[in-house]
């Protein structure tokens, strides 16, 4: 394991792959990282004197346009590029493995208030539905419920609640 800087930003990377890296020009995706908070790192190319933006994590991956594959950083964290933290996968199985959105209120993800119940709700896409788990008293109750259905519906694609136990 390697540390690079690029544009500023330490890149964890492998160190077989530092040589190839360092030979082109790379730069963060101000947009990506200004509104999703990602570390993309892009550089060009030219194929066939036609211009391309290629992302570090796929060029490490060599996974190539157009095949309707992705990049999944597994734990999350855009700035560990390293070939044990990627995997490519579709796009179902990297939405899957998306972290808890920011407007989230329960701090869990698939957890919700449902204000005419007065209880929380546990609930997870499947598919392009969104399937109701249960509702709990407790929203550690809830996140758990989700853990267990995103394991039995997503397998190694969950990202799953940290619930700590109350002692």
Known sequence: M???????????????????IQAIKWWIDGYALLYKGNHYFKSNERIDTVKHTRLL????????????????????????C???????TDRKGNQRNCKTPKNNTSGYKGVGWHKVR????????????EKHIGHFLDKKDAAIAYNNEAIRLY?????????EEVS
Request: charged share 30%; with cysteine; aromatic share 10%.
């Open 82 to 88: 390293r070939k044990q933290n990627l995997r490519i």
């Open 155 to 163: 397998g190694q694609f969950a990202r799953l609640n940290i619930v």
């Open 2 to 20: 390697a540390c690079i800087s690029i544009d500023g930003f330490p890149v964890l990377v492998d160190e077989e792959d530092i040589p190839y």
């Open 118 to 129: 007065g209880m929380w709700r546990a609930y997870i896409r499947d598919g392009d539905h």
């Open 57 to 80: 994590h796929r060029f490490i991956m060599k996974c190539k346009y157009g095949d309707g594959k992705v990049v999944d950083h597994i734990d999350g964290n855009t700035l560990d």
